[in-house]
Nanobody
Framework: QVQLVESGGGLVQPGGSLRLSCAAS????????MGWYRQAPGEQRELVAT???????NYAESVKGRFTISRENAKNTVYLQMNSLKPEDTAVYYC????????WGQGTQVTVSS
């Protein structure tokens, strides 16, 4: 089994920045695609960004040019650098790993004040 531990969430003003981290541990026998999703109050969970084992990335249109996903494979850790934050970015952000048994993190709250 795989476990994900997220950190870095918090409260920021519009235009500010945050850096989220997600460390994977447990029964990992390879390097797997990972990603970040988010869920705002009353909304469905949506994809924010993904990154493959080789470092190829994809982003939701709403965050392109503002967010950057990266990873350190030796640490089984993925990051999400969030710049130019907007109130509509407010959500619980969840880390995800597409391992043999796909696994979600517990989520970390990101709040952008208006």
């Amino acid at each position: 089994q795989v476990q994900l531990v997220e950190s870095g969430g918090g409260l920021v003003q519009p235009g500010g920045s945050l850096r989220l981290s997600c460390a994977a541990s447990g029964s990992i026998f390879g390097i797997y695609p990972m990603g970040w999703y988010r869920q705002a109050p009353g909304e469905q969970r949506e994809l924010v960004a993904t990154i493959t084992a080789r470092g190829s990335t994809n982003y939701a249109e709403s965050v392109k040019g503002r967010f950057t996903i990266s990873r350190e494979n030796a640490k089984n850790t993925v990051y999400l650098q969030m710049n130019s934050l907007k109130p509509e970015d407010t959500a619980v952000y969840y880390c995800y790993i597409e391992s043999r048994t796909p696994t979600w993190g517990q989520g970390t709250q990101v709040t952008v004040s208006s």
